[in-house]
């Protein structure tokens, strides 16, 4: 049974985020609000629940394109090799809802070795970036997709609680989502290249 916590965006509560962390550290899945649509994530360091979350999308953990949620740039260089040009495109559009392809650098975790690039997040939600500061790794996540062919992204926490129920166990209702993914922009090859036009203006790029 998934527990269903509120969380408000303007203030997280500490404990509560604590509580969602401790599910987190003991290799559980959690489904928490971003500046987009909701997402599932689980902690980067623990191999279990990656797996956990490749045999739900039904992916291969080695050649999954999951996202890795910071909650800043800080520590970024032990997962992607930024160079500065592309450390100013993210310092001037994160946080934000977009993903940035980037090379995967030498201390990526084993599982994800093999990969030549990371996908990176920081989304501008103060509930998922609490979270991942307070469990101080990045948080592997993939947006909750809705085999509804109208609407893509289901935006209802109560819903999505209820729909989930069985698969995770910890959903954050943060209120409403959106129901536009985050832009996708690739930094892998110098120039930023667009993959896929999302919530985030692209024009800039």
């Known amino acids: 049974m998934a527990e269903l916590i509120k969380i408000y965006e303007e203030n997280p509560s500490p404990k509560e985020i604590e509580k969602v962390v401790k599910v987190l550290k003991n290799g559980g899945l959690v489904i928490y609000p971003t500046d987009t649509v909701y997402g599932l994530g689980c902690d980067i360091t623990n191999n279990a629940a990656l797996e ?45 809802p977009y993903t940035f ?6 201390s990526l975790p ?32 993939t947006s909750i997709k809705d085999e509804d062919e109208v609407l893509e992204y289901t935006t209802d926490p109560e819903l999505i609680a209820e729909k989930w129920d069985k698969l995770v166990d910890v959903v954050i209702d943060g209120g409403y989502g959106d129901n536009v993914a985050s832009s996708v922009i690739d930094l892998s090859e110098g120039d930023p290249e667009i993959l896929r036009e999302g919530k985030g203006d692209v024009d800039i790029f």
């Open 52 to 96: 956990k979350i490749a045999q739900i999308k039904g992916v291969k953990l080695e050649k999954s394109n999951f996202s890795f949620i910071v909650a800043d740039l800080s520590n970024l260089s032990e997962y992607a090799s930024i160079d500065n040009q592309n450390f100013k495109i993210l310092k001037r559009n994160l946080p934000g």
């Open 101 to 106: 392809i980037l090379p995967g650098s030498n």
């Open 110 to 141: 084993s599982v994800f070795k093999k990969k030549k690039t990371v996908g990176i997040r920081v989304p501008n939600n103060n509930i998922c970036r609490a979270l991942v500061t307070a469990l101080g790794n990045p948080i592997v996540s």
